[in-house]
């Protein structure tokens, strides 16, 4: 796989992908880096938030299964 295809498959805004391209080009390894990082932690935040509706789902269902049965 390459290295854009990888990026975008993680759902990376295209211009972001470009970026961390270009800094890689341009031997620019931190800066690479800290936008993957703030990406990463952006993917966190998501999922973080996702698994709390999960949670919030599971226990409306809880409460609610002798009703839902």
Not at 28 to 36: P, Q, R, V, Y
Request: aromatic share 4%; glycine share 2%.
């Amino acid at each position: 796989m390459n290295d854009e295809r990888c990026l975008s498959d993680s759902g990376m805004p295209p211009d972001q992908i470009c970026t961390v391209i270009s800094c890689l080009q341009a031997k620019k390894e931190k800066e690479a880096a800290a936008i993957l990082k703030a990406w990463r932690i952006e993917l966190l935040d998501q999922l973080h938030v996702c698994q709390k509706r999960i949670d919030c789902i599971d226990y409306f269902l809880q409460n609610h299964k002798e009703e839902l049965q």
